[in-house]
């Protein structure tokens, strides 16, 4: 080849873990951002060729040959070329041909438009030049012949030629397989002179090879890529420069500047890429070399910021200032609503089927319903019979107008489907049911009257669930500027995202490790506040109260009314079946025979009557009624400054 130098090829050098770092940070960026590609069709880029033969007047006839893979249907393609710095295409030189096969010029610059096949236009398009050509393919391979000849591609400085070509450009939307490019001079240099002439490949990142010769291998060229090859060479190679630009030509100098000599420039261009890019491969070597201690290292900023910030808000913002309330409480320290106790508990304010089944079974003991024990008979498929103890319900005289809200709501939920005959407790679950988008109805705004008094008292601190959605923010910013890190890293080819994994990567992992935290410990970031702080430990005594029988047995309650409020309060407490064996036990029959919501059938025992077996039923049935009425949602783009390039397509 004409103009071929001595000097050894020079390639660009990948380390396995590099390249296993890359692969891995590929995937990620693939798992978290990629989304289905629409479409019946696709095409890839196998390989392509170009090859550049500088003429003796400095214009550059280019060759370039394209491997189109076409999956589905395919009846065009495009070529842009920019013309950035001058240069121009000279579109009477554009021909398209396929193995040798010329096509024919016609048709429309208008990409998807109609017209002959095996034809081919050239025009202008955005500054530059667009060649179209159309053809007939469905899933196969077709190699494209591109020729043109470019003008004022050639650089001339007083003391030196420059020939800038990008040989791939950055406008094409798929990666490109093995590139080859080489560049042919008109005459041979000579040896006197070979140390003026150098050819370098922009982006040095790129994993290729580049030959003094002036030739030029990538293997992988990915989308949206550039690939240069840039060439300077003694000014006695050309004969004239009527087909190039002139260095001291503003609109040709832009690159170097305006001054006749260039050479020195250049040079000094390149040995700062050749720095840069030996001070990125030593970062990488030092990355691999300190792997056993960096991996550590970063699982730790992975998980660490997030577990100690939930930390310091869970015991800011989660737990109660001490009190002297005493450890056990035998009797309610208020007479709030059991759905009020149940959400100033919960510390969520929210309340749930268990403070619905405690406010009814306190509205039986209220009066407000009225009760009867009552057996049934259950058989068994088995065929043998049970005798079940029951409480019947039917509506009292008693009006509710005085309740408040958080009580009226429950009275509502249930008033409704007691028949004048009454209703058992074991059915009330399948009624709710079988009314179950108006029940939910009735449920959602009890739970919202209750929602709604417990902000008024203000018995909640929520500052912690401020700082924890601050924190997910915090982490969320800190993601997001970790992956616009790693896009402009990325941007080289061959570099590995340190900057943006190492930022990106602990931010997004801070914000779902908060974000579960929070989610599953709701209580660490709520506490009580003013008054409910004393009132929540006297209600927690109470509970510890009931829990340990030992304490019910040596100081049992004194009266049924005492004994039916220990029931209720402690289903919402969630110790009610510590409190029906404690009554089972202690209490006196008579005083349980006169009760509203106990039952106790003495001859049979525990079980006879009201279980915890049976509290649990009837919540389930609550939350089974919810459930069904809950509505449901359905749906039916140094180096860089190369002339040529651009990208393409096809349809």
Do not use: C
């Amino acid at each position: 080849m004409a103009g071929r130098s001595t000097k050894s090829a020079t390639r660009q050098r990948r380390s396995p873990a590099g390249t296993l770092l890359r692969a891995v940070a590929g995937a990620a960026v693939l798992l978290v951002f990629a989304s289905p590609v629409a479409g019946a069709k696709s095409y890839t880029l196998p390989r392509a060729s170009v090859t550049a033969y500088v003429q003796p007047d400095g214009s550059v006839n280019v060759a370039e040959n394209i491997t189109y893979a076409f999956s589905g249907t395919f009846q065009g393609a495009w070529r842009d070329i920019p013309s950035r710095f001058g240069e121009r295409v000279d579109e009477s030189s554009v021909r398209v041909s396929e193995n040798g096969r010329p096509y024919s010029p016609g048709g429309s610059l208008t990409l998807g438009a109609p017209g002959p096949v095996d034809s081919f236009v050239a025009g202008p398009y955005n500054g530059g030049t667009r060649i179209v050509w159309r053809y007939a393919a469905t899933d196969q391979q077709r190699t494209f012949t591109i020729t043109y000849r470019m003008v004022g591609l050639v650089k001339v400085y007083g003391d030196t030629d420059e020939l800038n070509l990008r040989v791939w450009g950055d406008q094409w939307t798929v990666g490109l397989g093995p590139l080859h490019a080489e560049v042919h001079l008109p005459r041979e240099i000579p040896a006197s002179q070979q140390d003026r002439f150098h050819v370098w490949m922009h982006p040095r990142s790129l994993d290729g090879t580049v030959s003094p010769a002036g030739m030029l291998d990538v293997q992988h060229v990915p989308a949206q890529q550039y690939v240069e090859l840039r060439m300077v060479f003694p000014t006695n190679v050309l004969s004239s420069t009527s087909g190039a630009a002139l260095g001291a030509n503003p609109g040709g100098a832009s690159f170097v500047g305006a001054s006749d000599n260039a050479y020195d420039t250049i040079i000094a261009q390149e040995n700062a890429s050749d720095a840069a890019e030996a001070a990125r491969l030593a970062r990488v070597k030092r990355v691999e070399h300190n792997l056993p201690w960096l991996i550590p290292l970063f699982l730790v900023l992975l998980f660490a910021p997030a577990l100690l910030i939930f930390r310091f808000v869970a015991r800011t913002y989660g737990r109660d200032p001490r009190t002297d309330t005493p450890a056990y409480v035998h009797e309610p320290p208020s007479d709030d609503s059991p759905a009020l106790v149940g959400a100033l508990m919960r510390e969520s304010g929210a309340v749930a089927e268990r403070e619905f089944l405690g406010t009814f079974f306190d509205l039986i003991r209220r009066g407000y319903f009225n009760s009867a024990h009552e057996t049934t008979v259950h058989k068994h498929i088995l065929g043998h019979d049970e005798v079940i103890s029951d409480l019947r319900i039917t509506k009292a005289p008693k009006a509710p107008d005085d309740l408040p809200s958080w009580d009226r709501g429950v009275y509502d939920g249930i008033e409704w489907i007691v028949p004048e005959g009454g209703v058992l407790v074991s059915e009330i679950g399948n009624e709710l049911k079988a009314r179950a988008q108006a029940f939910y109805k009735m449920y959602t705004e009890w739970k919202q009257s209750v929602e709604h008094e417990v902000r008024r008292r203000g018995w909640i601190d929520r500052r912690g669930n401020i700082v924890w959605g601050g924190t997910l923010v915090i982490f969320l910013l800190i993601g997001v500027v970790g992956v616009l890190v790693g896009v402009h890293e990325a941007k080289t080819p061959g570099t590995i995202p340190f900057g943006g994994i190492g930022i990106g990567v602990p931010g997004a992992t801070g914000f779902v490790l908060t974000l579960v935290l929070g989610l599953a410990m709701p209580r660490s970031l709520t506490r009580h506040s003013g008054d409910a702080v004393d009132l929540a430990a006297k209600w927690d005594g109470l509970r510890r109260y009931l829990a340990d029988f030992s304490r019910i047995k040596d100081a049992p309650p004194a009266s049924l009314i005492l004994w039916e409020q220990l029931l209720v309060y402690g289903i919402v407490l969630g110790v009610a079946d510590e409190v029906l064996k404690a009554a089972q036990m202690v209490a006196p029959k008579d005083m349980m025979d006169a009760s509203h919501v106990y039952w106790i059938n003495g001859s049979a025992g525990y079980g006879g009557g009201l279980t915890m077996l049976q509290l649990g039923s009837l919540t389930s049935g609550i939350g089974r009624a919810v459930a069904a009425g809950t509505p449901h949602s359905s749906g039916g783009g140094g180096g860089g400054f190369g002339g040529g390039g651009g990208g393409g397509g096809a349809w």
